[in-house]
């Protein structure tokens, strides 16, 4: 299984979902599979599921969606005990898990290609839902299944290393091009304004 | 920290329309989060680092909310990444409330506190985060208000450090 594939079948499932990428092979592939204006592409490590996890608790009625990295994970450990008391029910994390430090160009490992289990440090954690997918036929019923239900998911994916996002053009939007795009468009479609970009 | 001083700060971030607070809990200004439980109008989200502390107030204030982070200046450390990176870089307005640890007006300074106190500020301006050291409780409201203000305006963090009659 290749993250490319994955999100390839995620992409096809979008309609009204919030969509925060971290750095940086997802980011590049999910900006080149979907231009939608709920995509949040942040530009660093490390981050996405706090953002993520920050608008779902302030959209609860908004399905978010976070796609990460095993490297950006590992990062932000302690974001999985904050996700497993908090327990956001609009909010499913995708993990693509290649083991190695992709972007560094020399793809040394990460812990999870030794001993560490992310899904299982997880589910210590307190998240419910956490699982390890290992081919595309899972992904499509249980990742892509998270879609529609009620209850935080955590999944960790397990894909070979994969160098087609450096085919793939860079997306060229600012990061505060990407913001107000986005912020807009959330203020169109849930009705009210964003406050910080309120009166000029 | 008197009761009055943390019920006024509180109704203060309410007053500034302080909707979301994220927290780790320091020792200085811990009496403001039962107060802050209670207050319906404000949802209060515990952490387990400062760090995602600031991530999920940005994400909170991407979605509609106008989030505030309270933390130890300890966290200023700790959170120091996120802050450049989400706060900054993205541009996203939060108010940090921040108990001054061993600044030169902490009240319970020690030898323990005064190293973090020392590097504080440099910290700060290094990320290029503007702050007010609030020492009392004269015009605390309206100190509030001009904080989140010059957030939103700059669409940045913004810092309030509470030392003084804050950390009696």
Known sequence: ?200 | MRDELAQRLVQGLKGAGIDFVTYLPETRLSQILPLIRTEPAIELIPTSSEQEAVTIAVGATLGGKQAAVYMENTGVYVSSYSLLVTGKQLGVPILLVIGYLGGVPDQRNSFLYATIGKHTISVLEGLGIEYQIVEEGEKLESKICDAVRAANAQRAPYALLFAGEFSE
């Open chain 1, 1 to 200: 299984m290749i993250r490319h594939s994955c999100l390839e079948l995620l992409a096809a499932k979008m309609t009204d979902q919030l969509v925060v990428t971290s750095q940086s092979g997802q980011r590049i592939e999910w900006s080149h599979l979907s231009k939608h204006e709920g995509n949040l592409l942040l530009g660093m490590m490390g981050c996405a599921i706090g953002v993520a996890t920050g608008l779902a608790l302030a959209l609860p009625h908004r399905k978010v969606i976070a796609l990460d990295s095993d490297g950006s994970v590992l990062l932000s450990l302690f974001n999985l005990a904050t996700l497993g008391n908090l327990r956001p029910k609009n909010l499913v994390v995708y993990v693509f898990d290649n083991g190695v430090y992709s972007g560094s160009r020399i793809s040394y490992p990460t812990a999870t290609a030794g001993n560490t289990d992310l899904a299982a440090m997880a589910r210590g954690a307190g998240i419910l839902n956490a699982r390890t997918i290992s081919d595309i036929a899972e992904f499509k019923t249980k990742g892509i299944g998270a879609l529609t239900s009620n209850e935080l998911g955590f999944f960790v994916c397990k894909v070979e290393e994969s160098l087609l996002h450096r085919e793939i053009p860079r997306p060229n939007t600012d990061l505060a091009e990407n913001k107000y795009r986005f912020v807009r468009y959330l203020e169109r479609t849930e009705g009210k304004a964003i406050l910080f970009v309120g009166r000029g």
